[in-house]
């Protein structure tokens, strides 16, 4: 499986090493002439694109949803002036979450991830594949985690499948922590449809915080 | 995400419905010139392909594991006439488990699944993403219940993750069948090193037997 899946996952790297590091890796500037140098910055970019913002593959409920969260990231105050919102929004570079979702929006302990599934996730019939639903609950509450205490692994996912997810349909993917004790983490998540009035998943997830280079030494 | 995922996930409807029925959904004959009509088998061939076959991707652990368990689907009698052995190959056509795995063998009550994980599948800095582990776990026990009772959904994924996969080790993903109280199926799932000896991942996974009809009705 997996080269677009893969996309996806391998951003989960990127909380902890940054994308530049990995295009130094794998171009041998030794290679390459002065002028394709000179139209590197276009092609290999080292800047970070933003991957989670509107496209002509997402529906009128990502848009609508998408508006509503963003246009709480900033208010204007009585004087005229903006300042910052009760929303903070993740760009897809900060985090795993790239081409699929509406972005990733941050609010005290809540964290919430706008999510529209195509065909390609099929599992049973017409409705969201199981495996596609954990990975998504795994990215969000992953991603909320190492927010609050920098890198983690997961321990436990605990999920339950309460209604399927129709194809197309647009979902929102919400964690909150529930409790931090030590090196654990605690986050709880739902899936609901985009109003909030039906609850197709709940889980659970334990997180522990990790030390990189231990898991880079292979220790 | 998930041109390949889908690629992986979509197969978990073949299950149930033929995919020559969607090669003539997605294909409009009226369009067809009877030369081209005659091509149709070699590009649009509606016989299954089984993908769960050697590949250049395979690594050498993956090869001995898949020869392993494959000669043990025939065995000679002192005759020297082979008949059926101990496990059972269930090519990929018949299930999910496309691309990534070398083949899901079937004896009794388990179903053991060859999978070794690339470097698209990444999520902690050279170790395999939960949610990819998640969705192995969900294909291969789905495709363990499906065979057991017909189609099925997951109504629970509890996934302990022990120890981190090294991205490119091959591991064997391993379902069990606990117990089936009406229309519920429990199965129990570990993935471990090739050897068996390193434990990386448990799981229990509780599987509703449905009616696929209702699925496809909305109902």
Known sequence: MARSLGRLLKGFRSLISPPAMRTQLSYPTACVSVRTMVALPSLFSSKPRDFSLPNSSWGSEMMRLYEHYNSQCEVETEGGETQRGPWQRLPSYNRSLKYATGGVYLKEQ??????????????????????????????????????????????????????????????????????????????????????????????????????????????
């Open 110 to 219: 809540r964290c919430v991830c706008i999510f529209q599934a195509g065909h390609l996730l099929e599992g049973p019939p017409g409705h969201v594949h199981g495996g596609a639903i954990a990975t998504m609950i795994d990215t969000v509450t992953g991603t909320h985690a190492t927010i609050l205490s920098g890198p983690v692994m997961t321990a436990n996912l605990n999920v339950n499948y309460r209604s399927p997810i129709p194809l197309g349909s647009t979902v929102l993917i919400e964690s909150t922590l529930d409790t931090q004790e030590g090196r654990k983490i605690f986050i709880s998540c739902k899936v609901t449809s985009n109003n909030g009035s039906k609850l197709h998943t709940e889980a659970t997830a334990l997180f522990l915080s990790i030390n990189v280079s231990h898991l880079l030494g292979g220790g």
